[in-house]
């Protein structure tokens, strides 16, 4: 997500092209606000209109679990090698304080997203997950799920604000195909498949190490040097461990190729190296006013999935709203981007370099496990949409309500998959999975639609890992209409 976050006025860009006062007998004199043909004009873009939604917007039921997630994501531009995260112990160590002493038992995750640019002589950067059994006993160390991809493999392409992607083949850059390759693996009766180049178990003697993840992220042969690699794993370790990913570029042969390089050169790499860089923008510290950087995580995050049911308060349903009103739920708000809810889904840290991100803002890879039972608690039949969307982010909510534009602004803030499974009358789950590429104050059309005869419940649920590159805050749309 983007470094760094600016409150403007609405009409901020336009003032400035018009000149934001004029000087006349010594006073400031503001101009009028100009037309939505004049802003057009002025600026050579088109003419935004608002949309306001005027919608109940509810703080999200549930809570984050405490199951930790290796969160390495900054530096995410990768020009020095080094040490991206490493939650070894200090001692030992040439740089101490690139060493976070952290150590992962039972379930945890892991996510990783950095990228290569325009490297000198064109040369490979690799990317190594190095694992170590500090314990007198064997470790077993499970990959329940595991995927990787190359931006190369999956680049960020614009795709249609909404589609239909049974088979997972609508996806927008590395981090959206990881993640949608993982939950199609999730609550389902099949036994999860990792990618060929993972196994399903590391054996682990007392005191060894072994590579979890060795990748590359190549660029020569590509029309612009750039490439990135997105990886993302759900483990399980019955000892404690401990994690570091590195970054080094690809050492060569005596003939001048290059090779992967091997455990015992990762391992001094973490043994001597120093923090990768270049560093990212230092975060603004809670509390703090002004500009606010939110920067990039590297650390140790508290919290791996979101699991709620939606009611309303002291219900065992969630009765829809009546005819031509909605109800939102926040996804993923954050400081500054609580759409009026005062919570913050962003996960807390229980680890990280002091010039990192002080929560895991976005909650990238995030799995939001959300059932809703949908009651009609009237006598007709009602028509009944689920949208997933993007508003303007603001922390205290307009009295109008849910802020959108037509068109939308430019830039993409939601890329990737999410899922809807349907329970139908006859005790069937019908399930569907549908690609979002959603601009910031867009409202797309509706995932699902579907009919609730009255007095009667149907239960939807909804899950997604939360994509990675993608910008909070979204909201989970609830609106009802007449049966046509």
């Not at 290796?70 to 160590?93: A, D, Y």
């Not at 290569?116 to 064997?138: A, C, F, Q, W």
């Given at each position: ?398 009295p109008k309500g849910l802020q959108f534009t037509i068109p939308p602004r430019t830039h993409p803030y939601f890329r990737g998959t999410v899922r809807l499974r349907i329970s139908e009358d006859d005790g069937a789950i019908t399930t569907q999975y549908v690609h979002l590429w959603q601009r910031t104050g867009e409202l797309t059309k509706p995932m699902s639609t579907l009919t609730i005869p009255p007095k009667t419940t149907k239960t939807v649920s909804v899950d997604f890992l939360y994509p990675p590159d993608s910008t909070p805050p979204q909201i989970l749309r609830i609106a009802t209409s007449p049966v046509k």
């Amino acid at each position: 997500m983007p470094l760094l976050s600016l409150s403007r006025t609405a009409n901020h860009s336009y003032l400035l092209a018009i000149g934001m006062t004029i000087l006349c007998s010594c006073k400031f004199i503001s101009p009028p606000v100009p037309s939505a043909a004049e802003q057009s004009r002025l600026t050579g873009q088109k003419a935004t209109q608002d949309l306001w939604l005027d919608d109940e917007v509810r703080p999200l039921s549930g809570k984050l679990d405490q199951i930790p997630m290796f969160n390495s994501n900054s530096p995410e531009w990768i020009k020095q090698p080094g040490i991206l995260l490493s939650t070894f112990p200090s001692s030992g160590k040439a740089t101490p304080e690139a060493h976070l002493n952290f150590g992962f038992k039972n379930n945890f995750t892991l996510f990783s997203h950095h990228f290569s640019h325009t490297p000198i002589d064109l040369k490979t950067l690799y990317l190594g997950i190095i694992v170590h059994n500090p314990n007198t006993e064997t470790v077993t160390l499970a990959l329940n799920t595991a995927a990787s991809y190359q931006l190369a493999e999956a680049p960020f392409d614009k795709k249609p604000s909404i589609a239909e992607n049974p088979e997972g083949t609508v996806f927008s850059g590395p981090g959206v195909r990881t993640v949608d390759q993982i939950l199609r693996q999730l609550k389902t009766n099949q036994q999860p498949q990792n990618q060929a180049d993972f196994p399903k178990v590391l054996i682990i003697p007392p005191g060894e190490y072994r590579l979890l993840l060795n990748h590359p992220i190549p660029v020569k042969g590509l029309e612009k040097p750039i490439n990135g690699r997105s990886t993302f794993m759900q483990l399980h370790s019955n000892q404690t461990v401990n994690l570091a990913e590195l970054a080094m570029y690809a050492p060569t042969t005596k003939s001048g190729d290059e090779r992967k390089p091997t455990l015992e050169e990762w391992k001094k790499l973490l043994l001597t190296g120093g923090l990768a860089g270049p560093r990212d923008k230092r975060p603004t510290p809670p509390g703090q006013g002004g500009v606010l950087i939110y920067s990039r995580v590297s650390g140790v995050q508290a919290g791996s999935n979101w699991q709620a049911l939606l009611t309303d308060p002291g219900s065992k349903h969630l009765s829809i709203p009546a005819s031509g009103k909605g109800i939102s739920y926040g996804i993923s708000t954050l400081r500054a981007g609580r759409l009026g809810t005062a919570q913050t889904q962003a996960a807390k840290l229980l680890a990280r370099y002091t010039d990192t991100a002080y929560e895991a803002h976005g909650n990238y890879c995030v799995y939001y496990d959300l059932s809703l039972p949908l009651h009609n608690p009237t006598s007709s039949p009602k028509q009944v949409t689920l949208t997933l969307a993007t508003p303007i982010k603001v922390d205290k909510l307009n009295p109008k309500g849910l802020q959108f534009t037509i068109p939308p602004r430019t830039h993409p803030y939601f890329r990737g998959t999410v899922r809807l499974r349907i329970s139908e009358d006859d005790g069937a789950i019908t399930t569907q999975y549908v690609h979002l590429w959603q601009r910031t104050g867009e409202l797309t059309k509706p995932m699902s639609t579907l009919t609730i005869p009255p007095k009667t419940t149907k239960t939807v649920s909804v899950d997604f890992l939360y994509p990675p590159d993608s910008t909070p805050p979204q909201i989970l749309r609830i609106a009802t209409s007449p049966v046509k």
